[in-house]
């Protein structure tokens, strides 16, 4: 009988004890994958803003070295159109001047005939308007820019879709083949 309590004794201890020696854990699980907000209206902020100004679309959009580009072209753009409507202006004005008789035979342009001005005005008048179309252009490809640039700064870009050169084997002639393999881990 000794044995028997002694037995029951051991077994109430030996069973009870690590219950009493744990502390109660708690697992918070949280999501491994560190994802950024979405701000769905990044991009047409950016685009406002370009518009407003060139190239504040990019500076919004943290994509500096963008905008001496943008500068650039638009002011190469502005440069071209100043210096055809100038040459516009003395070559009509040199041809006004042979029709009222007042021309001067020291003037720049006087060595060219009546057609030739002619020819040149309407030269200078399509390289003109043409330099304010592609001007234009490149002001609306700036605000463009900008917001193809916010929405793609917004693109989840992770290994879970992957696209590689994978060299595999042709099973009907054993030569190595070679491709592309696109995966997509859900």
Known sequence: MNRLILFLFFFFVSATAPVLAQEELTVIVQDSINREDINPLSPAKAAFYSAI??????????????????????????GIYAWNNKNYHNVRDEYKKRLNGTNEESSKYSYLSDAQLISAQRNYQKQR???????????????????VDAHLKQFNVNDNLTLRPDIYQNDLNNRQNLGLTLSYKF
Request: aromatic share 8%; no cysteine.
């Open 53 to 78: 100004l060139p190239g504040l679309g990019q500076a919004h959009n943290k994509s500096y070295w963008k905008i001496p580009i943008i500068y650039g072209a638009l002011g190469g753009g502005i």
């Open 129 to 147: 308007d043409l330099s304010l179309l592609v001007t234009v252009g490149l002001y609306i490809l700036n605000i463009v820019e900008a917001n």
